[in-house]
């Protein structure tokens, strides 16, 4: 025959209020604690999928922001503040070149007085010739004939050496600078070029320096691999021409960039023939698609993780379902002593949910950990998404709420009759 134990000896194992108190959050805490305890194992191997999915989270969110960075990098290194101008009508090989109306040195100065915001401007002429290479073969260059502001405008890097000054370009001097790939193949490094001398249209020009493009555009510009800038005032002297191929003006800030691009066109449509088409472009469009780019692949990652957070609580569920069948005799006692079935429910969600919260606060010291350690440890600046760390904890709480309600009701809805007959 069971014995029923008694109504003291029940009260002092399970130590619930009457009928008309009300259990406190301390009380149903600690009966999550000490469930916890009894099953350190269950309840280890249940935190971990929301460990990982919270982990995952921000990690995610992590290599999202870096990769975001990394690409608005890119693009601020070309220019962000940069425009360029040139001609662009289609001209047949049987029209007369004297009726193409190219863009001149003119214009730039136009622009540069009527258009406000502009900062710096360049021209750009292009040259062609054929160098001796070692080894007794001739390869193709190409020559750009600038201004001083060129190396700022287009944020150039000077590797060895300098960029020619004012001085060098009013005093016509015969000075280049040469790409980082030229300097490598034609003399074997870039301080083995500087003072060396390079004849361009049979004229002989001194390399004072070497450069590259402030990022890789992989021959997507105007300067390819063997590339040679001189100053321009040279370069129209060897030509004897006023147009020029391209203009590229610098904008005071980015902002002034939208605005500004439609007035510089205006501006040189207006010293040239009505039916003369040119091009003024800039990077805000494509700066302002790869914004939007990033942000989209932030959300599908983040939503990926968040699936694995959702997977940790259908494992909290089934988990709570197993705890509430193996409770069955102790959920009766409690009931017999006057608990009610909102202590009951609180109980169950209160378990569900710190599962939840505990595994995502060790998630979240993972997830927050590693980005810290690497800007800790090497010279890699990884952003700290601190908010995704704080959202996935709302997300844990959220899941263990939701998918501890079930098991949870299912306990409350429990005859303690019943419950007491069982082993």
């Not at 109504?7 to 149903?28: E, T, W």
């Not at 350690?373 to 990884?382: A, E, G, I, P």
Request: proline share 4%; aromatic share 8%.
């Amino acid at each position: 025959m069971r014995t029923v134990p008694s109504r003291m000896d029940r009260a002092a194992a399970f130590p619930i209020p009457s009928n008309q108190q009300r259990i406190v959050f301390r009380d149903i805490y600690g009966f999550a604690a000490q469930s916890f305890r009894a099953d350190k194992v269950r309840a280890t191997m249940t935190a971990l999928g929301m460990v990982i999915g919270t982990a995952s989270l921000i990690l995610v969110v992590t290599v999202a922001l870096t990769g975001k960075q990394f690409l608005l990098a890119q693009i601020q290194n070309v220019g962000a503040n940069l425009i360029w101008a040139e001609y662009s009508s289609q001209a047949s090989a049987a029209s007369n070149a004297a009726l193409r109306d190219y863009l001149t040195v003119d214009d730039m100065t136009a622009v540069q007085r009527q258009v406000p915001g502009v900062q710096e401007a360049s021209p750009v002429l292009n040259l062609h010739d054929r160098i001796a290479a070692p080894g007794g073969k001739e390869r193709d260059i190409l020559v750009l004939g600038v201004s001083p502001e060129y190396v700022t405008v287009r944020r150039l890097r000077v590797l060895a050496g300098l960029f020619f000054s004012e001085q060098d370009s009013q005093a016509f001097n015969k000075a280049a600078l040469v790409t980082e790939v030229f300097a490598q193949r034609q003399f074997g490094g870039d301080d083995l070029a500087l003072g060396q001398e390079v004849k361009i249209l049979g004229l002989p020009f001194t390399i004072m320096g070497v450069f590259r493009e402030g990022v890789d555009t992989f021959g997507r510009s105007e300067i390819q691999d063997d590339t040679i800038l001189v100053p321009y005032s040279v370069a129209r002297r060897l030509t004897g021409k006023n147009s020029v191929n391209q203009i590229y003006f610098s904008m005071t800030d980015s902002k002034s960039v939208t605005g500004a691009t439609p007035e510089i066109l205006k501006t040189i449509q207006s010293r040239h023939r009505p039916e003369s088409e040119y091009q003024v472009g800039n990077l805000t469009e494509v700066l302002q698609v790869a914004q939007k780019a990033a942000d989209t692949f932030t959300i599908i990652l983040g939503l990926f993780a968040t699936v694995t957070l959702i997977v940790g609580g259908v494992g909290i569920m089934n988990i709570m379902f197993a705890t509430v069948s193996s409770r069955i005799r102790e959920i009766g006692i409690r009931k017999a002593v006057g608990a009610t079935s909102r202590d009951i429910i609180l109980q169950f969600l209160t378990e569900a949910t710190l599962i939840s919260v505990t595994g995502g606060l060790v998630g979240m010291l993972i997830g927050l950990g590693l980005p810290f350690s690497v800007r800790f440890f090497t010279d890699y600046q990884l952003p700290i998404p601190i908010m995704s760390g704080f959202f996935a904890i709302l997300v844990c709480c959220s899941v263990g709420i939701a998918f501890g309600t079930l098991p949870a009701k299912r306990a409350a809805d429990l005859d303690p009759v019943e419950c007491l007959k069982s082993d």
